[in-house]
Structure formats: structure tokens, C-alpha cells
């Protein structure tokens, strides 16, 4: 496993682009977290600032509403990070399970999960998620839940998958012979050697989530007002496009630049983990 890792260090050291994106993501995070130091109040409305240009008083510039754009840029961000984080922990936490039982145990329980999520996979995600979130309140939590139980499938696929080879190796065939738990033998033995394809799989899960979130703001059903995401920001710029083209402009690239930026480092961890990587050059 340590040698995976080190493999990992390797391929960020020489790949710019991973470092860019893990930059990236670092300041996001940073900035995203301190939001709270701004100077002006997100949800303050001045009429007499209303669509400002960006300019070294407001970054970003202002809403129709006179709101300094930037400082909701940052708390947008909060809500963004905090969606895809959540959504990807807990879609990765049922797709792990489902996938380990389903492939260490086999038999008709690995029937019967698998053909549950092929029906789930048959179904359009997004048609699902916004009859999921017609029926239910609006609000972060529900988005977490929705595209959570939305994006766990594959994750189990590819899960179960790593099993059925991991399960056919020697120490796991003797902790069967004798006797041990089968839920200890997959935390010991099982998870701990497809914990490449977990982490591989969940970083892009985040962009996924990221992206599903900033599309059911976008169309008015995920964060409402007065909070803002960059899907919701996105959504309001709208109707401003061509007078006001920053309102737009600026969450458009940070949800650009965030999704790349993890999609960037899946990339690298897949390329790190897949078999024969970690051969010397």
C-alpha cells in the first residue's frame, strides 16, 4: 500500500497540471472557509450598488441586488464544497457496502443487488432527481441525500468487482477456513486492499455531486434564497447576461475550474493505482 502512495507523490511531482488542480482545490477550500472574514454581508441588499462592475471595492462586482458577489462566490463555494464532500462520503459508504457484501458473499444476495442497481443505472439519474426533489422540502440536506442515493451505484459495481479478485486470494480463503466473521474478514481483509479504487472512485464522485448540485440550483430546485451556491448564482445571472456578463462569468469558472481540478486528480490516482503502475520507470 506504501508503495502506492509513494507512486502517487511520483505522479503529482511530475504532472503540472495535478499540481495546479491540487492548488486549486486548496485555496477553494481555504478561501471557502474563511468567507466569514469578508467585510460585506452576503445577503445585505444596497440599491444604490446594485450591478456594479468588478472593481478593488467588490471583486466580483454586485448583484441586481446591490450583494457584493464575492463574498457570495465564497459562501456559494461553502455550500458547493460541502455538498460534494457530503454527497460523495455517503454514496461511497453505500456503494462500498453493497459492493463488498455483494461480491464476498455471491450467490443470490449478489443476484439480487445487482439487478436492483442495473434497474436503478436503467433509469435516467436526472429524471430521478427531480421527481426526488419535487416530493421532497428543498434544502442541503435533501440535495446531499438525493445525490447520494443517486451516484452509489457504479461505485458498487466497481466494488464488487475488486472483491471477487480480492476474496479468491490466500489469507482471505484461510481467515474463511477458520471460521471467521465474514463481516470482519471484509474490514480487514477486503476493504483495505480495494481502498485504491475507493479513493479513485470517490474523488470523482465529488466533481459528479459538485456538478449535480450546481445543475438543480441552476434550474431553481436545489439551494433557494437568500443562500447562495454557484448553481444558484449561475441561475440568477440569467436574466442579466448581457449587460451584467460578470454575474455568470465568475461562478461559471469556479465550478468549471473545481469539477476539472478533481477530475484532474482522479486521473492521476487512477493512472498511480492501476496494475503494473508501480513498476519502477
Not at 478593488?56 to 455550500?79: K, M
Not at 461480491?103 to 445487482?114: A, I, P, V
Not at 477458520?178 to 472512485?201: D, F, K, Q, S, Y
Request: hydrophobic share 50%; glycine share 8%; aromatic share 10%.
Amino acid at each position: 500500500m506504501s508503495r502506492r502512495w509513494q507512486q502517487v507523490r511520483h505522479g503529482f511531482r511530475r504532472n503540472r497540471p495535478a499540481q495546479f488542480s491540487l492548488l486549486v482545490l486548496v485555496i477553494f477550500s481555504i478561501t471557502a472557509a474563511l468567507a466569514a472574514a469578508s467585510p460585506w454581508d452576503p445577503n445585505q441588499m444596497s440599491l444604490q450598488a446594485r450591478m456594479l462592475a468588478p472593481d478593488a471595492t467588490h471583486w466580483f462586482g454586485t448583484d441586481e441586488y446591490g450583494r457584493d458577489y464575492f463574498t457570495r462566490a465564497l459562501y456559494g463555494g461553502q455550500i458547493s464544497l460541502m455538498v460534494g464532500f457530503l454527497a460523495m462520503l455517503f454514496s461511497t459508504l453505500i456503494g462500498t457496502l453493497v459492493g463488498t457484501v455483494s461480491g464476498y458473499f455471491g450467490g443470490r444476495l449478489d443476484n439480487l443487488l445487482m439487478r436492483l442497481v442495473d434497474v436503478l443505472l436503467s433509469i435516467p439519474a436526472f429524471f430521478l432527481l427531480l421527481v426526488l426533489n419535487a416530493y421532497l422540502k428543498p434544502g442541503i440536506a435533501n440535495i446531499i441525500l438525493i445525490i447520494s442515493a443517486l451516484t452509489w451505484m457504479n461505485m458498487s459495481r466497481l466494488i464488487r468487482a475488486e472483491t471477487l479478485s480480492v476474496k479468491e486470494r490466500e489469507y482471505v480463503i484461510y481467515a474463511r477456513a477458520c471460521g471467521e466473521n465474514p463481516m470482519l474478514i471484509i474490514a480487514r481483509h477486503i476493504i483495505p486492499n480495494v481502498l485504491p479504487t475507493i479513493v479513485v472512485a470517490a474523488t470523482l464522485n465529488i466533481a459528479s455531486a459538485i456538478l449535480m448540485e450546481s445543475t438543480l440550483s441552476f434550474l431553481g430546485l436545489g439551494v433557494q434564497q437568500p443562500n447562495a451556491s454557484w448553481g444558484s448564482m449561475l441561475n440568477n445571472a440569467q436574466s442579466y447576461i448581457g449587460e451584467a456578463s460578470w454575474l455568470a462569468m465568475f461562478p461559471g469558472i469556479l465550478i468549471l475550474l473545481t469539477v476539472l481540478s478533481f477530475n484532474v486528480l482522479g486521473d492521476v490516482l487512477r493512472t498511480a493505482f492501476e496494475p503494473g503502475a508501480n513498476r519502477d520507470e
